[in-house]
């Protein structure tokens, strides 16, 4: 038997205590089919209910089964987050405790894995048993969060994927606190592909996430991939300065030549109020450039991840390279 099991399924738990033996049902059926080994790596994020008990007495009877206990609820990214620090597995796969996310997808994602792909995401292709509100507003992000990062995140993807043991040791080298966890995954790089599936409703109990874990949720993606934010402000700048612009020689014609009078003598007025908005924000948006700056030193992510190296004296083990800020890197002139 080799030391560390093949395969490593995370799952995040809060408040789930009527999932937990499904879950646990279907995924060792599942896992049992590929013949090789695994581990079940549970995080109980503070939860309220048995949760904790119930993946303790599963824990005692298979030595597979693992819990993380949190001494609060921190959230989902980082449930996700302690589970895969906690893993050994060659190939670590992320899924839900309530079950919307089918295991028997995972032999799927194997395959694709054996056959060379380093991240295997799951498509929602049709969501069952959702709000439209939910329905909505997820319809909404992903489109949103593709158009304004500078990663390419696949539309309609959650947590549900595999990832390599490579992927896994790259994401456990980021020490940002604000996680996205599958925006930090297709940041990393190395091969990925989706599979699409359909997500099933909730097998017991309700959501747990409300709308402002949701928003916040939303807030971290954007601003953890996304400086366009800060950006707009140039742009409004432009537009505000344009009609400032604009409007000075067509008062001066109007007035000075043809003799209207508009808005009771009130129009310089305006025209120095767009003109004073126009240079604060332009003035802001640097500020927000500086800004980005000092967030992106502060972040810690490593300046690449190098997924080989060929052709060098010492042919390492780990393949994996991540380069920390704190190493001080040549900057190229500007
Ligand atoms: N979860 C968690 N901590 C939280 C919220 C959720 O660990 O603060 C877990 C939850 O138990 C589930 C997964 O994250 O396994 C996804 O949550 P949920 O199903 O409520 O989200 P939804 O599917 O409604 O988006
Ligand atoms: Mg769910």
Aim: proline share 4%; charged share 20%.
């Amino acid at each position: 038997m080799s030391e560390h099991p093949r395969y490593s399924i995370v799952a995040p738990i809060y408040n789930e205590e009527g999932n937990i033996q499904k879950l646990y049902d279907r995924v060792s059926q599942v896992m049992d089919s590929t013949g090789e080994s695994w581990e079940l790596v549970t995080v109980n994020d503070g939860s309220r209910d048995k949760s904790f008990e119930l993946l303790s007495a599963l824990s005692h009877k298979d030595s597979r089964i693992k819990v993380v206990n949190f001494a609060r609820n921190f959230g989902h990214q980082l449930a996700v987050t302690a589970g895969l620090h906690n893993t050994s597995g060659d190939a670590v796969v992320v899924i839900d405790a309530d079950l919307q996310d089918p295991p028997e997808l995972i032999l799927d994602m194997i395959e694709r894995w054996k056959a060379g792909y380093h991240v295997v995401y799951a498509v929602r292709q049709e969501r069952k048993g959702e709000s439209w509100f939910k329905l909505f507003t997820a319809k909404l992000f992903y489109r949103l969060i593709y158009r304004i990062t500078d990663v390419d995140i696949p539309l309609d993807t959650g947590d549900f994927r595999l990832m390599d043991r490579k992927v896994v040791d790259a994401l456990n080298s980021m020490p940002e606190h604000n996680r996205f966890i599958r925006g930090l995954t297709s940041w990393i790089g190395f091969k990925q592909t989706g599979i699409t599936y359909v997500r099933e409703a909730r097998e017991w109990g309700e959501t747990k996430y409300p709308l402002k874990k949701m928003v916040r949720f939303a807030m971290d993606a954007v601003t953890g991939f996304s400086y366009f934010p800060l950006q707009v402000m140039v742009y409004v700048s432009f537009v505000l300065g344009a009609l400032a612009i604009l409007a000075i020689p067509i008062i001066a014609i109007l007035r000075l030549i043809l003799g209207f009078q508009f808005l009771g003598g009130q129009v310089t007025n305006i025209i120095l109020l767009l003109l004073v908005g126009a240079f604060q924000l332009f003035f802001l948006f640097i500020l927000g450039q500086y800004v980005a700056r000092i967030y992106d030193e502060t972040r810690g992510r490593p300046l690449y991840i190098v997924a080989e190296k060929v052709g060098f004296d010492e042919t390492t083990a780990t393949i994996v390279e991540t380069t920390k800020q704190t190493v001080p890197e040549p900057q190229p002139e500007s």
